[in-house]
């Protein structure tokens, strides 16, 4: 499956102030680069959907719930900076 970096994570990356490029790992969606062009992190499992790829596919209500459903999934982790799981939540959902 071949994923292509979508406009929301583009922008959303601008906005945190890091750098997204198409994963070296195969298994992973994207990299992302601090400013520097350090790579820092490599987010979003290629076998699984993301927040602009549900609204491509089943419109934005069914989106929000999958949306939702992630962030309580994982709110453990996706909230400490720094970590993959804080640029999977910040870049794809």
Do not use: C
Not at 45 to 68: V, W
């Amino acid at each position: 499956m071949s994923y292509s970096i979508t406009k929301y994570t583009r922008d959303r990356a601008k906005t945190l102030g890091v750098v997204v490029k198409k994963s070296s790992n195969k298994k992973k969606k994207i990299d992302v680069f601090n400013k520097d062009g350090k790579k820092i992190a490599s987010v979003g499992a290629i076998g699984y959907m993301d927040y602009p790829s549900y609204i491509k596919s089943k419109g934005k209500e069914y989106a929000d719930k999958r949306r939702t459903a992630y962030k309580k999934r994982h709110q453990k982790y996706r909230n400490i900076k720094g970590t993959n799981s804080y640029y999977a939540d910040k870049l794809l959902w």
